[in-house]
């Protein structure tokens, strides 16, 4: 009989595959803000200014949540 | 067969190597390891600079005075006065300036050969700066409006059915005690750690591959040690960036605490009196008229 269970074997870090999973999501909301901030401006060329200021303050409330899945990587 | 790889593979960098075990006072509070050094260092350099521009200022700006007359005039209109307006946010410019400064200093030191890791590596700068950001916008809110006035505006935004509070207020009580200064410190943090690992990823793979491996493999060596100089631009933009972030953030906590300039501003002349009574006719002007 076959012995299913050695099949396959992950070894290193599984919390990096975690990690990996966790900035799907923030990936692509970061996307579409850069996305929309970028159509904004091509729209209103003169508000590129303001725009890139909140595109900033966007970004960096999404990457919280990819760090996040960084800082649980680190937890054993 | 990955053991034998990974046996003999590159001296990856760790997050065990930010806590470096060899500190100057060892055993005592006051002990100082490299990074603590750093900090000191970085401290006296900040310090350095800005007494001397300070004590050297002539109506006439040097070079060096420019560039730093440049820095602060920068954070006051496009940081202060965006996001608080002129009238209120004097008072706050020289909190956003030491924000900026110390912090893109203190992230600056990963790019500098010596020192090799960003003063703010280990989470207890961050932590600081985030608690003192913290201690600001509480303290401009009870300023303006009084304890129970900002709870009130913090806590029970207007036009929200009643039922909703009971969901509403823990939420908000947690994001003002905790979670803006948690993600303030997260993304400080974890951003130079982040940073410090692929940069030392980037050169402990070269290292790896040109002296540890054949002919065969030498040549990747070429583009990891490609990708560490990328990578060391790419972190020189994220420490500017992240100090940049830190600061938007701080004005933009604090406008949320202080009294909206626009609700006081033009049509209600009431309103623009007691203001002008309060501080005064120049300001009160420029106050309604930043705000339209």
Known sequence: MLDVTTLA????????????????????????????????TARQPELGGRLMVLMLLGIA???????????????? | MPELLLASGPDFPSVSELLPNAPLFHGTVFAINSIILIRLVATALILLIMCVAAARAKVVPGRFQSAVEWVIDFLRSSIVYEFLGEAQGERYTNLIVTLFVSIFL????????????????????????????????????IRTKGLWKFLKDELLPKGVPWPIYILLVPINLLEIIIIRPFSLTIRLFINMVAGYLLVGLCFAATQWFFF???????????????????????????????AYIFSVLTAAYIMLSIPDSSEVGAGDPVKVAKLQAKIGPNKAKSLSKVKG
């Open chain 1, 9 to 40: 074997a992950v070894t290193g870090s599984v919390s990096v595959i975690g990690y990996g999973l966790a900035a799907i999501g923030p990936g692509i909301g970061m996307g579409m803000i850069a996305g929309k901030a970028i159509e904004g």
């Open chain 2, 212 to 242: 540890s491996t054949g002919w065969d493999l030498k040549w990747i060596g070429v583009f990891s040690l490609l990708g560490g100089f990328v990578m060391t631009c790419f972190e020189m933009m994220v420490d500017a960036i992240q």
């Open chain 2, 106 to 141: 203190f992230n600056f030191c990963e790019n500098i050969p010596g020192a090799n890791v960003a003063a703010d590596t280990t989470i207890a700068m961050p932590l600081i700066l985030a608690i003192w950001s913290l201690i600001n916008y509480w303290a401009a809110g």
């Open chain 1, 61 to 76: 409330f999404v990457e919280v949540i990819a760090l996040l899945g960084f800082v649980l990587a680190f937890i054993q």
